[in-house]
């Protein structure tokens, strides 16, 4: 159970470590992924929590990476990609097939790769404790958690997860950190994930895969997104050698 005790500690650590934010409520968050800012009048509302869901290869990680990616080498905001689908090597040699050098920009110290599976045994408070300390060591604006399925996953109960999400929400809301949260959709299901995610994030964003004359092929849809005048259509994705891209016209 996810007791008084942990729960203290978390708001103590946000406490203590301030790094409030005065948000201007036009301002937004460019992602740089092609196709997909004009879609959401220009980018993210700053500091919002955006769901980004999908089954297996819808492509996730890679919209994802995009986002902290661009950010870094584009708009000069430093971010944290947390992974707990897949360790760091794994994501960025992956990556690097688009283009993507992750090595490159931790070394330069624009980014920082937090693989949260070596830190699986410390508990679901030492996860959140660690992100936000890496935040806060390399000023970041952009946060990744890929996937927030796995990361919560070690909650025995819905009331846990329900209030660390509720939690982990404030926390990064003080700080203006725009905060991408993949989540895995299993064939079929009728709720994302663990069921309660989307009622917390300002925004959901699906990638969604289906065959079309024998071939794979993705789609994409904004779902919902708050204060934003976005598109309400499905919109066809191509994964190219520099990573996705947003059809900007829609699927008829």
Request: charged fraction near 25%; glycine fraction near 10%; hydrophobic fraction near 40%.
């Amino acid at each position: 159970m996810f007791d008084l005790d942990s729960e203290f500690i978390l708001v103590k650590y946000a406490v203590q470590r301030p790094t409030l934010c005065v948000i201007r409520l036009s301002e937004r968050v460019p992602t740089g992924i092609d196709g997909l800012d004009t879609l959401i009048e220009g980018g993210f509302p700053r500091g919002d929590v955006i769901l980004v869901a999908g089954g297996s290869g819808s492509g996730k990680t890679i919209f994802s990476t995009q986002f902290i990616y661009n950010g870094a080498t584009r708009y000069g905001e430093k971010g944290v990609y947390s992974t707990f689908e897949e360790d760091s090597k794994t994501l960025k040699r992956n990556m690097l097939r688009f283009g993507f050098d992750l090595v490159k920009l931790e070394q330069e110290g624009a980014i920082k790769v937090v693989d949260l599976e070596t830190l699986k045994g410390g508990g679901l408070s030492a996860n959140v404790e660690y992100i936000l300390g890496t935040l806060n060591a390399i000023k970041g604006k952009r946060l990744v958690i890929d996937s927030l399925t796995a990361f919560l996953s070690a909650c025995t109960e819905k009331l846990e997860y329900r209030l660390l999400m509720h939690l982990i929400y404030r926390m990064l809301k003080t700080r203006g950190v725009t905060t991408i949260m993949t989540c895995s959709v299993p064939k079929g299901a009728k709720t994302l994930g663990l069921g309660i995610e989307e009622f917390v994030a300002d925004s959901v964003i699906f990638l969604e895969n289906s065959i079309d004359n024998l071939e794979l092929k993705t789609r994409f849809l904004i779902q919902k997104m708050r204060g934003t005048d976005h598109s309400r259509k499905y919109h066809n994705v191509i994964v190219t050698d520099k990573g996705l891209q947003i059809v900007p016209f829609t699927i008829t």
